[in-house]
């Protein structure tokens, strides 16, 4: 089982999800947990779920969506592990600011203090980076042009509000999906692009 949040490494972790699944001849199941304690209508958060449907249907896994309601999020993926007899759970270790509770240590010990009989992989981002290779096409430099309130991806610059990046296209896609590449504080921040639009905050 798969657990993906928001930010822009779900893919990485469907794809890891997919070859454990097919080594070990095991159904797949990919896990949201929805933390929102409301159901109001987020345009990113639904970019990222139609990806990580579509990603799941291609690879024949089942998609879930569970509600927090309160519980802590560690039981909310020990229940559903269990409700499908699941042995692996795969889970992101990311800085993003969407994935810190992810992150944080005593998640990952207060998750396996509850699994029993499953194993936990969790994948860090320096080695999703590293097999940027294996999932996008090379980089091209690109840009960010600001439209109506949203950032679309462009070959060229336009008007003021634009930033400057490297886009590596996601393979085996016709959509304008993949990760945009910008130097933030001296470091390489990746951005999550989909359908040509930036889906999380700068």
């Given at each position: 089982m798969v657990c993906v949040h928001y930010g822009p490494h779900?893919?990485?972790?469907?794809?890891?999800?997919?070859?454990?699944?097919?080594?070990?001849?095991?159904?797949?199941?990919?896990?949201?947990?929805?933390s929102s304690d409301s159901d109001e209508y987020n345009h990113s958060k639904?970019?990222?779920?139609?990806?990580?449907?579509?990603l799941a249907?291609?690879?024949?896994?089942?998609?879930?969506?569970?509600?927090?309601?309160?519980?802590?999020?560690?039981?909310?993926?020990?229940?559903?592990?269990?409700?499908?007899?699941?042995?692996?759970?795969?889970?992101?270790?990311?800085?993003?600011?969407?994935?810190?509770e992810l992150t944080k240590r005593n998640f990952v010990n207060e998750?396996?203090?509850?699994?029993?009989?499953?194993d936990l992989h969790v994948v860090a981002v320096q080695r999703m980076r590293a097999g940027l290779e294996e999932t996008h096409e090379e980089g091209v430099i690109s840009y960010l042009v600001k439209n109506e309130g949203a950032y679309q991806l462009s070959d060229e610059p336009e008007g003021d509000d634009y930033i400057k990046?490297?886009?590596?296209?996601?393979?085996?896609?016709?959509?304008?999906?993949?990760?945009?590449k910008i130097e933030q504080d001296g470091k390489a921040r990746y951005l999550h692009i989909c359908e040509g639009t930036l889906t999380e905050p700068l």
């Open positions: 779900g893919e990485r972790l469907i794809r890891r999800g997919v070859e454990l699944s097919e080594m070990l001849g095991a159904p797949l199941y990919v896990l949201n947990v929805d639904e970019m990222y779920m139609a990806v990580w449907k579509r249907e291609e690879a024949g896994a089942e998609f879930m969506v569970r509600k927090r309601r309160g519980h802590k999020t560690t039981d909310v993926i020990v229940e559903a592990a269990e409700e499908k007899e699941v042995t692996q759970i795969i889970i992101g270790q990311s800085a993003q600011t969407l994935w810190q998750l396996i203090s509850k699994m029993n009989m499953m990046g490297k886009f590596f296209h996601e393979l085996h896609t016709e959509f304008e999906n993949g990760l945009f």
